[in-house]
């Protein structure tokens, strides 16, 4: 399976600012996701980004407060912009890998703070 | 309600008991996935188990589906205070697909 990395494993942040979280995977890969997971709750999709596109959001999450970037096939970052405490969650990515396997392989995830 | 229902919410069980849950979901899938999460961590991947498929095996782990009820279960066989954790299923709709989650059973598996 494929290993995936994320940056920062965790952070506590102000309300008001901005983090951005970098997911790194060993191989490449066509689709990354990013979940979030509230806290005692379970996941929520955020969002598909394709290396090459623009992301594509789920229906509550926008572009504005989520920017997502991926430049290649290895690497993609999430952006929670202008935070609340309403955004400590649990944040993850993951990868469709081996590619037309379906399976998903989940990174470690990052646990986000905001006072 | 969101696509992939759990049940039970919570289990507690003696080691060496099997442990038993259930998802149910509501529209087609293409195929349907079981994780382990432990402690607010990863997710650690289980299994996959297509529309096309009903019965899968993996070590001490057994899941079914049945698309005509729309349900699965995951059966974790001789528990082991190990397999504390929230276990969810995630159903896919089509390939290379994103995930839906089912709100997810925590375990706890006492020594």
């Known amino acids: 399976s494929a290993v995936i990395s994320q940056k920062p494993s965790r952070d506590i942040c102000q309300r008001g600012t901005s983090l951005t979280i970098q997911c790194q995977v060993d191989s490449q890969v066509t689709m990354m996701f990013w979940y979030r997971q509230q806290p005692g709750q379970s996941l929520t999709l955020i969002a598909t980004a394709n290396q090459g596109s623009e992301a594509t959001y789920e229906s509550g999450f926008v572009i504005d407060k989520f920017p997502i970037s991926r430049p290649n096939l290895t690497f993609s970052t999430l952006t929670v912009s202008n935070m609340s405490p309403e955004d400590s969650s649990i944040y993850l990515c993951s990868v469709d890998q081996p590619q037309g396997t379906d399976t998903q392989y989940f990174g470690p995830g990052t646990r986000l703070t905001v006072l | 309600s969101q696509q992939g229902e759990e049940d039970p919410q919570a289990l507690s069980i003696q080691e060496g008991e099997n442990a038993t849950m259930n998802c149910s979901y509501k529209?087609?899938?293409?195929?349907l996935q079981w994780y382990r999460q432990n402690s607010g961590r990863g997710l650690v991947h289980l299994i996959l188990i297509r529309s096309n498929e009903r019965e899968k095996h993996s070590g001490r782990l057994r899941v079914t589906l049945d698309t005509s009820k729309k349900s699965s279960s995951l059966l974790i066989t001789a528990s082991r205070a190990a397999d504390t954790a929230s276990y969810f299923c995630a159903t896919g709709k089509a390939a290379g697909n994103k995930l839906t989650f089912g709100g997810g059973t925590r375990v706890l598996v006492k020594p």
């Open positions: 529209t087609s899938i293409n195929n």
